[in-house]
């Protein structure tokens, strides 16, 4: 059984979703409009609480968590400081982490400086820079209208049947109420190459993960292309590399149960 938690951190509410027994697996999402731990991990973390010990933590600014008093809101340092608060939670000593896109590259250098990542694992990873394109530029502005969303949506994944009414509603309630819109658009203001350029590993950082990594990428990703996920996996010629067929920007949502397996045949002792 979910539940619903909240954690006190530099001063600000953290809100994260805990439960399941075994394994520790800390997960984080995306950035996208409305990105949430309920939004990118809901229909995997029921498979993944069988098997793991899951917390799910939306990043300061996301879901339920609170936001900054103040911009600049896209901040990678402190999103970096809250990952590391969030091995916190755990009574391990050792934690594995699973991210999803920017947080992909979040956990990637989390465990390049924090000996506690046991494992890493990241779907659709940002780490090395490349153009933008109208895909990420989509993803990363406000979308104003039902039809705004409906083409948000074609960004992010390859099956387009996901797309229906319901979804587009779900997202209209997510996004369209209170001030979200204007804090939105402050989070990726201006030149939106900058955020891509500022989530990039340094060869030092990647030189200093020791644990086991897992990249996972979606051959149709359209807002970080596969050619860009195969390049960051040519930099860790130790890590792991798996290509998901018929697949976009959203592997948990696409291939919610290959994904489910391959995270525990990644994470699970042997025998287990």
Same mark, same amino acid.
Request: proline residues 5%.
């Given at each position: 059984?979910?539940? %619903?938690? /909240?954690? +006190?951190?530099?001063? @600000?509410?953290? #809100?994260?979703?805990?439960?399941?027994?075994?394994?520790?697996?800390? &997960?984080?999402?995306?950035?996208?409009?409305?990105?949430?731990?309920?939004?990118?991990?809901? *229909?995997?973390?029921?498979?993944?609480?069988?098997?793991?010990?899951?917390?799910?933590?939306?990043?300061?600014?996301?879901?339920?968590?609170?936001?900054?008093? #103040?911009?600049?809101? !896209?901040?990678?340092? &402190?999103?970096?400081?809250?990952?590391?608060?969030?091995?916190?939670?755990? +009574?391990?000593?050792?934690?594995?982490? &699973?991210?999803? #896109?920017?947080?992909?590259?979040?956990?990637?250098?989390? =465990? #390049?400086?924090?000996?506690?990542?046991?494992?890493?694992?990241?779907?659709?990873?940002?780490?090395?820079? !490349?153009?933008?394109?109208?895909? @990420?530029? +989509?993803?990363?502005? !406000?979308?104003? /209208?039902?039809?705004?969303? +409906?083409?948000?949506?074609?960004?992010?994944?390859?099956?387009?049947?996901?797309?229906?009414?319901?979804?587009?509603?779900? %997202?209209?309630?997510?996004?369209?109420?209170?001030?979200?819109?204007?804090?939105?658009?402050? *989070?990726?203001?201006?030149?939106?190459?900058?955020?891509?350029?500022?989530?990039?590993?340094?060869? =030092?950082?990647?030189?200093?993960?020791?644990?086991?990594?897992?990249?996972?990428?979606?051959?149709?990703?359209?807002?970080?292309?596969?050619?860009?996920?195969?390049?960051?996996?040519?930099? @860790?010629?130790?890590?792991?590399?798996?290509?998901?067929?018929? $697949?976009?920007?959203?592997?948990?949502?696409?291939? /919610?149960?290959?994904?489910?397996?391959? /995270?525990?045949?990644?994470? @699970?002792?042997?025998? $287990?």
């Amino acid at each position: 059984m979910v539940e %619903r938690k /909240t954690a +006190r951190f530099e001063g @600000m509410t953290v #809100s994260y979703l805990e439960g399941g027994q075994g394994e520790p697996l800390l &997960l984080s999402h995306g950035s996208g409009p409305g990105a949430s731990s309920v939004g990118n991990w809901r *229909l995997l973390l029921p498979l993944l609480e069988q098997h793991f010990h899951t917390i799910a933590v939306d990043l300061i600014g996301f879901g339920e968590s609170e936001r900054k008093k #103040s911009g600049p809101y !896209f901040d990678l340092d &402190l999103w970096s400081r809250q990952l590391s608060f969030a091995l916190n939670l755990f +009574r391990e000593d050792q934690v594995n982490v &699973l991210g999803h #896109s920017l947080s992909g590259y979040l956990m990637l250098q989390l =465990a #390049s400086r924090d000996r506690r990542v046991k494992k890493a694992m990241a779907t659709c990873s940002m780490g090395n820079s !490349f153009p933008i394109n109208e895909h @990420m530029q +989509r993803i990363w502005s !406000f979308p104003p /209208t039902r039809e705004a969303i +409906r083409q948000a949506g074609e960004s992010l994944v390859w099956d387009l049947s996901v797309l229906n009414d319901e979804y587009i509603s779900g %997202r209209e309630r997510v996004l369209h109420g209170g001030d979200y819109d204007q804090y939105f658009e402050q *989070l990726f203001q201006g030149d939106k190459q900058l955020y891509i350029d500022a989530a990039v590993l340094t060869d =030092a950082e990647i030189a200093n993960i020791a644990c086991p990594v897992l990249l996972v990428h979606g051959r149709n990703d359209l807002p970080i292309p596969f050619s860009h996920g195969v390049e960051l996996a040519e930099r @860790m010629p130790w890590a792991d590399f798996i290509a998901l067929a018929r $697949c976009g920007h959203s592997p948990a949502l696409e291939q /919610t149960a290959r994904l489910a397996q391959i /995270t525990k045949d990644f994470f @699970m002792p042997e025998g $287990c």
